[in-house]
């Protein structure tokens, strides 16, 4: 029932905020370069990791304040805040800075705290959400405070690497950049957050780019951000990146990198590319909606907020 109730809030949210909710394909042909994620395979196309790229064509075609909520999968992912399939509410906003995108997070996982209980209950009683506006910081400012790195967003991974080794932290494998980076963040830094309450995490170096653009006044990092809360990643926001000639360059690299690690990889969607050039300045975010009511309910594991669970299925 509170998954019921939230979801029902929310999309009177969305609706009083002018969005269109959009209904995305499931299948597709190109389910996204990024290393770190892999897709399910459905035949002779995979299934979603994200509606991100069917929304971003429909930004391009006009629609300026968009939604989606519906399902997604990815490929081994399974733990305690992880299932293969789940559930994401993922919108876009036509000429809104990324600050903008951070207020509407507040504003759902607000919503969803005072819809979470039953009837007559505290609002928001399983969680104490602050008062005033969630805590906002940078990606560096972190590094430098939980685990003695200053990261610039320019330097080599050799670089990183003799940092993160200089702070004591154990790379183990780790080589690449980004394996380098989030060796040290998920050593140091995640483990600081949960006593930190809601807080945004902006500005990410440029090497985990993604779709992000880069910052005007400093291409060594990028528009997004991340939003923790209790232990849990909830959203990942960007400043869109619109150039299609600079997103090309990125899925070629990000093939590369997943061909040197052996994964598969996908092919690139050209009409993907194509949408980039006609969109005007956007932000978006994907917010897991199982970990938000993860966070709402009090509840210790995702199986917890799903009615079937991977092995119940």
């Not at 979470?116 to 906002?136: I, K, W």
Request: net charge negative.
């Amino acid at each position: 029932m509170a998954r019921a109730r939230v979801l029902s809030a929310l999309r009177r949210w969305f609706e009083a905020e002018g969005f269109l909710e959009v209904d995305t394909p499931a299948r597709v042909w190109s389910p996204g370069q990024e290393v770190h994620l892999d897709a399910v395979a459905s035949e002779d196309r995979w299934l979603v990791t994200s509606p991100e790229y069917a929304m971003k064509r429909l930004c391009g075609a006009g629609y300026r304040k968009i939604v989606s909520i519906g399902k997604c999968w990815r490929a081994g992912e399974r733990g305690a805040h992880h299932q293969p399939e789940f559930t994401m509410i993922e919108w876009y906003r036509a000429d809104a800075p990324l600050e903008h995108i951070a207020d509407d997070c507040e504003q759902v996982v607000r919503i969803a705290a005072r819809h979470a209980g039953e009837p007559g209950d505290q609002p928001g009683r399983a969680l104490n959400l602050p008062p005033e506006r969630f805590r906002r910081t940078t990606v560096r400012e972190l590094m430098s405070i939980h685990a003695g790195l200053d990261v610039r967003g320019d330097e080599s991974a050799a670089e990183l690497a003799a940092k993160a080794g200089g702070a004591g932290i154990a790379l183990g494998a780790a080589q690449a950049w980004d394996d380098i980076f989030f060796q040290a963040w998920l050593d140091r830094v995640e483990p600081a957050l949960p006593a930190a309450g809601p807080v945004f995490v902006f500005d990410w170096p440029a090497p985990l780019a993604a779709l992000a653009r880069r910052r005007a006044d400093d291409p060594r990092w990028v528009e997004r951000f991340e939003l923790y809360a209790a232990g849990l990643e909830l959203a990942n926001a960007f400043g869109e990146l619109t150039d299609p000639i600079e997103q090309r360059a990125r899925f070629e690299s990000e093939i590369v990198a997943r061909r040197s690690r052996g994964k598969p990889t996908y092919p690139i969607d050209e009409k993907l590319l194509a949408a980039l050039g006609r969109m005007p300045p956007t932000s978006g975010v994907a917010l897991g909606f199982d970990r938000l009511m993860m966070l709402v309910t009090g509840a210790r594991t995702i199986d917890e907020v799903m009615a079937f669970p991977d092995e119940d299925v």
